[in-house]
């Protein structure tokens, strides 16, 4: 298995602006899909933004969609998740994921993504 450590959390203000990354080591993700999902406490996780590591075709979630941004930098196995515009409700663990049976397509179940991070919080306050 390879490991999956995130990084970037933190406290930020609501409007602000933190940038999270995911090292992926041991392997590459030449044909894989990388994204990232969040917890927040008493929720179910969800779907935050993927990314088909080789083309970089990306999905966001409904709540997301035109404030994040995912990107990926091959050459160095990161994938980063730019998060613009923090809203309170954007407080949660994120978790970065890994399917390497896709390519290109996206799914968003949980159950599809074989390599989950340990997750680094972000909370965004009033």
């Known amino acids: 298995q390879v490991p999956l450590v995130e990084s970037g959390g933190g406290l930020v203000q609501a409007g602000g602006s933190l940038r999270l990354s995911c090292t992926a080591s041991?392997?590459?993700?030449?044909?894989?899909?990388l994204g990232w999902f969040r917890q927040a406490p008493g929720e179910e996780r969800e779907f935050v933004a993927a990314?088909?590591?080789?083309?970089?075709?990306?999905e966001y979630g409904e709540s997301v969609k035109g404030r994040f941004i995912i990107s990926r930098d091959a050459a160095k196995n990161i994938v980063y998740l730019q998060m613009n515009t923090l809203k309170p409700e954007d407080s949660a663990t994120y978790l970065c994921?890994?399917?390497?049976?896709?390519?290109?397509?996206?799914?968003?179940?949980?159950?599809?993504?074989?390599?989950w991070g340990q997750g680094t919080e972000v909370t965004v306050s009033a």
């Open positions: 990314i088909t590591y080789n083309s970089g075709v990306a």
């Open positions: 994921v890994a399917d390497p049976k896709r390519a290109h397509t996206i799914s968003r179940t949980q159950v599809s993504f074989d390599y």
């Open positions: 041991g392997r590459t993700f030449n044909s894989a899909v």
